[in-house]
C-alpha cells in the first residue's frame, strides 16, 4: 500500500531547518512499526527595492535626498545588501 502524504514549508521557515516526519503504522497481526524521513529546508534569496526622490526638477546646488527601501525576504539571516548610488 502507498499513501502519499503532503506538506508545504511554511514561506518564513528558516534555512537550514531539518523537517523531521515519523509515521508509524500498527495491525491486528503485527506489532507497531515507525518511519522517519527528513528534508533540510535549503536557503532562498529574495530581494526586492524601491527608490524614491523628494522633486522632480532641481537646480545647480541644490540637494536631492534619494530614499532606499530595502527588503530582505530571504529565508537566511547575514545577506549582504549594497546600492551604490549612481
Known amino acids: 500500500m502507498t499513501m502519499p502524504v503532503s506538506y508545504t514549508v511554511p514561506p518564513d521557515t528558516v534555512a537550514g531547518h531539518v523537517i523531521t516526519n515519523t509515521a508509524t503504522a500498527a495491525s491486528d497481526q503485527t506489532g507497531t512499526v515507525d518511519s522517519t524521513a527528513e528534508v533540510s529546508v535549503l536557503p532562498v534569496y529574495r530581494v526586492s527595492m524601491g ?4 522633486r522632480k526638477t ?9 530614499t ?7 529565508n537566511t539571516p547575514g ?3 549594497r546600492s551604490p548610488i549612481r
Not at 58 to 66: D, E, R
Not at 68 to 74: P, Q, Y
Request: proline share 4%.
Open 51 to 54: 527608490k524614491t526622490v523628494d
Open 58 to 66: 532641481a537646480v545647480p546646488g541644490q540637494t536631492i535626498v534619494y
Open 68 to 74: 532606499l527601501i530595502i527588503v530582505n525576504g530571504s
Open 79 to 81: 545577506s549582504t545588501l
